[in-house]
């Protein structure tokens, strides 16, 4: 996945200090990577207003999500857990 070396970055705020999230930008395509730095559970709403997504796609499970809901995604990660993402276009 070269967007995640070579791409822009850009910090995407969980407003959990145990959850980072990361977006890049590389050609017309956009990825984003969130992580969970703990070892206990957590829930986080991604605000994805700047991205004009309308669909999350995991890039490790190849599992689409259900459509996005006003900009933002309630997302779900165990302990240590983390997810990379494909953010899908309106037109995709």
């Not at 605000?47 to 190849?62: F, G, K, R, T, V």
């Not at 459509?67 to 165990?78: F, V």
Request: net charge negative; with cysteine; aromatic share 14%.
């Amino acid at each position: 996945m070269p967007r995640f070396g070579w791409g822009t970055w850009q910090i995407v705020n969980t407003h959990n200090p145990a959850v980072c999230a990361y977006s890049y930008r590389w050609r017309h395509g956009l990825v984003m990577a969130v992580h969970n730095l703990s070892d206990e559970p957590h829930t986080v709403t991604l605000d994805l207003s700047d991205y004009n997504a309308a669909h999350l796609i995991d890039l490790l499970s190849d599992c689409q999500y259900k459509p996005i809901d006003e900009k933002a995604h309630r997302l779900e990660l165990e302990g240590y857990g983390f997810r990379w993402f494909r953010l899908g276009g309106r037109q995709d």
